[in-house]
């Protein structure tokens, strides 16, 4: 099995919503954080949410913030990203991933060592 899983993608109106989730039932080593980022085509994967495994602190980027939400279910060992009011820009495939970051990289790639395939999302009338 995969360490990571993801599922909730697809295609959206401007204003709608999605749920994305990600498994990590499959990942044999200790979970210091989980986050979750996206890729647009032509453009950098770049951060959009992530939180540490045992902490209560959310971290968003600036873009995302007040419409995403990010949880986590340490009993199944997953996370999941509800996203709403959601705009054409922020069409991407999103990833989710898992690590032990420090703090200070948290909303960097750095110290994330699994990740999902990626699941598109599609935000458009």
């Known amino acids: 099995q995969a360490p990571l899983v993801e599922s909730g993608g697809g295609l959206v109106q401007p204003g709608g919503s999605l749920r994305l989730s990600c498994s990590a039932s499959g990942a044999t080593f200790e979970i210091g954080a989980m986050a979750w980022f996206r890729q647009a085509p032509g453009l950098e994967r770049e951060f959009v949410a992530a939180f540490r495994w045992n902490g209560g602190r959310q971290y968003y980027a600036d873009s995302v913030s007040g419409r995403f939400s990010i949880s986590k279910d340490k009993t199944t060992r997953a996370t999941y990203l509800q996203m709403n009011d959601l705009k054409p820009e922020d069409t991407a495939v999103y990833y989710c991933?898992?690590?032990?970051?420090?703090?200070?990289?948290?909303?960097?790639?750095?110290?994330?060592?699994?990740w999902g395939q990626g699941t598109q999302v599609t935000v458009s009338s």
């Open positions: 991933a898992a690590g032990r970051p420090i703090l200070s990289s948290i909303r960097t790639e750095r110290g994330y060592t699994s």
